[in-house]
């Protein structure tokens, strides 16, 4: 069964802030590319240094690279590491070595600074019941007013989300100068209050359960659309016992059983949670614990012609139907796409369970304590 079939990319160089086209490389000796559900993704690429283009790669000063599978929005991703030699007779054959960030990387070379502006105290930006979008689209602009994230635009708010969808949430919450908007974002998502992906150049905020989770007709066959799927299983996050602390040092301690499971006992802080709070907040814990964290690696093929194609006919964050994670199909979310051209493997990681769980409990949580959720 061979491993699936993807056409190589056009891969086109640009100058150093992504706005003007120098070249594309004419060809490739290897190039792998991962896309990481609301994170910075990875490119790395061979090529010898005689293409065409590769000349454009083989500088000291920055540069961009547009990477555009066949039927799928271009993904951008920035300088940051390349390695070559020159110890053969004929220098113009040695491989050419690049190894680059997805454009979230500019998020990541961008600060926050005092509200005030540079040289007031206190040295940080606060923001009061503020939605997701005005935080990240505040902090943006401020940073290129200062010339960062040049060339980027963003899709989304202070009062909609990407699709238009009022914002559920606010949130208050202080950021210390010096924190990247890389970290914000992460943040934000961690708190299970935004989703946020990069088309082309335009930088999409998503609600949770919004734009970025879809639930597509898309089924993966054992045998037929996957080679292998191996699954690693952890016990370790479920629990049978939960103590909780709020504000002022109010506790409370909540219990479930788990059939067949050992006594597991953890600790979670709420530091802004009322004390008539923790009863529910402990429950909503102990409900999205009680499952082993499964985790499922998908190497697909391309056996089938109408087998779904990564990046065309779903998209991280997506969650689509494996039938090759047990005895009946589940239905998963994209979590990361990884393609290596040079071995011809596709793989994908696919959420855990108790990842979906978790996501629902943070959403809850948001609910339950809305525009108090500290995020920094």
């Known amino acids: ?99 680059c960030r997805s454009l979230h990387a500019v998020l990541d070379e961008a600060v926050v600074i005092p509200s005030g502006g540079v040289g007031t ?34 899709s989304g708010d202070a009062t909609d989300d990407a699709d238009g969808t009022p914002w559920p949430t606010t949130v208050t919450v202080t950021y210390k100068a010096g924190t990247t908007l890389l970290a914000v974002c992460n943040a934000l998502r961690d708190a299970g209050l935004l989703e946020y992906r990069f088309i082309g150049r335009d930088l999409e905020l998503h609600q949770p359960s919004g734009g970025m989770d879809r639930d597509l007709d898309v089924t993966l066959r054992p045998g037929r659309d996957v080679l292998s799927a ?23 301690r909540r219990t479930q059983t788990l059939t067949g499971r050992r006594a597991r006992e953890v600790y979670v802080s709420e530091s802004d949670a009322a004390s008539g709070d923790l009863n529910t907040i402990g429950d909503l814990y102990l409900a999205a614990h009680t499952e082993a964290d499964v985790q499922i690696t998908h190497e697909l093929t391309d056996a089938d012609s109408t087998a779904p194609i990564p990046w065309v006919d779903y998209l991280v964050g997506d969650r689509i139907v494996t039938a090759a994670a047990g005895t009946s199909p589940v239905r998963r979310r994209v ?20 990842r ?18 500290a995020v920094t």
């Open 335 to 354: 979590q990361q796409i990884a393609l290596s051209l040079r071995d011809g493997k596709v793989t994908l990681e696919l959420g855990s369970l108790l």
């Open 1 to 99: 069964m061979a491993p699936v079939t993807i056409p190589i990319p056009t891969v086109e160089v640009y100058d150093a802030t992504g706005t003007t086209a120098a070249g594309v490389l004419a060809g490739l000796t290897d190039i792998a590319v991962s896309e990481v559900f609301s994170d910075v993704g990875a490119l790395r690429l061979s090529l010898p240094k005689s293409v065409t283009g590769a000349s454009l790669l083989d500088v000291d000063t920055d540069w961009q690279l547009s990477v555009q599978f066949p039927g799928a929005s271009a993904m951008w991703f920035v300088s940051d590491d390349d390695e070559s030699t020159y110890i053969s007779d004929d220098p113009d054959t040695e491989p050419l070595t690049i190894t």
């Open 356 to 373: 979906m769980a978790e996501e629902r409990m943070q959403r809850q949580l948001a609910s339950l304590l809305p525009g108090e959720r």
């Open 121 to 154: 105290t206190p040295a940080e930006h606060a923001f009061s019941t503020a939605t997701p979008g005005t935080i990240v689209t505040t902090l943006l602009t401020s940073a290129q007013s200062r010339s960062l994230c040049q060339g980027i635009t963003v």
């Open 230 to 252: 191996p699954i690693t299983r952890s016990r370790k996050p479920q629990a049978t016992a939960v103590l909780i602390e709020g504000e002022s040092a109010a506790n409370a």
